[in-house]
């Protein structure tokens, strides 16, 4: 018989030899008689790795702690319910001092305690699976080092755990370094902070630093920045003082977050304040601004609304780019919410934007906002706007109180994922005429007047 060389999973081939001679295999040790024949061959071997040609048997014992000691990573091995020491290497020692054998894990590894893995312990004994924590800060004798800390179950007694598994009678204990990795991430985080920080101020510098204050319209507005981890968007507000002492109100959104939404926003803008005072109407206005946007960024679009109030008229006349409608609230405190035929968004192109007037009853209050005030992931916007109506209907006080109820009430804090910017104005009531308002009917907190292309009341929807 010959033996032939064979490839993983393939059959091996005997081949009748040639006569009573033996065939001798490279590194063969093992002699069988050949079928028919009673001739001795040898059959290989083990192979060894070494190449001597002697036989080395595979699953040789090996000296644990001779093992363990080679490894750079600081081990540890425990035994026994009080986790008893029995073994830590040389790494362990280098990194937090000489430990004793034989001592309770609790005093001779007092920084286990400080880690939160004692508990991890008890766990790998209960349950005979391994535990970890990770990016524990370990101060050691070379300063601090972050390390993330492994409990594996050691061994098996004869007596059953539990769940019927053999339970372990110790824990090895492997912290493995990761101080580069978490100070990388901590500068990486520095970083955007900083860049956070940065687009903040930028938009901040960019809004309004005071509002202009129209003799009778109370106006205020607030601006809340997203939470930490959320980029800065491009949320804007304004109100332009323009001739003959009307007043412009302007809320918009840059789509997009980070410094770029920030810097178009800027643009946009700069440019509503100089269009205000070219004393145009709404509708032309959006026109305007609808074709700088698509000259500052082709991929960039952004929503508006854009009105004037005129106080001889008692008249608001606004115009909206794609932005979510405006909220009114009567004397009687009933909302009525703006529903009337939205131009596309600024920076489409093409579009056809209309203005639109109401008169306002003294006592009337509106709010402008964004969608980050009524927009939630798990939840349709219709309801965020359905609250935003019902919270508006009780806030009751002065504009900018009225801003901070509806920032509580709409649950926006610090941690919000997405900026807002709520826009609020009242018009003070008139003692003169309060008798005649109350024989009027109280829909008519935002009568239309007769103007082309301006709608009627019944174009307004009425939220309770």
């Not at 003082?241 to 926003?265: F, H, N, P």
């Not at 106080?311 to 409608?325: C, F, Q």
Request: with cysteine; hydrophobic share 40%; charged share 20%.
């Amino acid at each position: 018989m010959r033996w032939s060389a064979r490839l993983t999973g393939a059959p091996w081939r005997a081949v009748t030899p040639p006569g009573p001679a033996t065939a001798t295999a490279q590194g063969g040790t093992n002699t069988a008689a050949a079928a028919g024949t009673g001739e001795p061959v040898i059959v290989p071997g083990p192979r060894d790795p070494s190449g001597s040609g002697h036989p080395r048997e595979l699953h040789e014992p090996y000296d644990l702690r001779e093992v363990l000691g080679r490894i750079p990573a600081p081990v540890a091995v425990t035994h026994g319910p009080l986790h008893l020491l029995g073994y830590a290497n040389r790494a362990y020692h280098d990194l937090f001092g000489e430990r004793r054998t034989g001592l309770p894990a609790c005093d001779a590894l007092p920084e286990l305690r400080t880690m939160g893995v004692l508990p991890l312990m008890d766990q790998v004994i209960r349950s005979g699976r391994p535990r970890s924590v990770k990016a524990r800060c370990i101060l050691g004798l070379n300063g601090n080092r972050y390390y993330n800390v492994s409990c594996v179950p050691l061994g098996a007694e004869e007596s059953a755990g539990p769940a019927g598994d053999p339970a372990p009678v110790g824990v090895l204990i492997f912290a493995a370094e990761v101080t580069d990795q978490v100070l990388a991430a901590t500068r990486l985080r520095e970083a955007e902070r900083r860049q956070r920080e940065a687009a903040v101020t930028l938009q901040r510098s960019l809004l309004p630093q005071k509002l202009d204050q129209p003799a009778d319209l109370r106006v205020a507005a607030t601006y809340q920045p997203g939470g930490n981890e959320a980029a800065v968007g491009g949320d804007w507000y304004d109100v332009i003082a323009i001739d003959g002492g009307r007043t412009a109100l302007v809320i918009g959104d840059v789509m997009g977050r980070g410094l770029r939404a920030a810097a178009v926003m800027g643009q946009l803008r700069t440019a509503v304040r100089a269009y205000a005072r070219l004393d145009l109407p709404p509708h032309e206005v959006m026109r305007l601004l609808d074709g700088l946007a698509m000259e500052i960024d082709a991929n960039q679009i952004a929503t508006c609304t854009y009105a004037v109030w005129d106080p001889e008229r008692r008249t608001l006349t606004y115009a909206s780019a794609g932005h979510l409608p405006m909220l009114l609230r009567c004397p009687d405190g009933a909302v009525l919410r703006s529903e009337e035929q939205n131009g596309p968004p600024l920076g489409t192109g093409g579009g056809v934007h209309l203005s639109h007037t109401l008169r306002l009853l003294p006592g009337t209050t509106g709010v402008l906002y964004t969608d980050g005030l009524v927009e939630r992931r798990d939840e349709d916007i219709d309801q965020g706007l359905d609250l935003l109506a019902r919270t508006l209907g009780g806030a009751v006080g002065a504009p900018d109180v009225i801003c901070s109820r509806l920032l509580r009430a709409m649950g926006v804090t610090a941690e919000h994922d997405d900026d807002v910017a709520v826009l609020a104005f009242h018009l003070p009531a008139d003692p003169e005429s309060e008798q005649d308002r109350c024989e009027q009917d109280t829909c008519e907190a935002a009568e239309s007047l007769p103007v082309d292309i301006h709608p009627s009341l019944d174009s307004l929807s009425r939220e309770v």
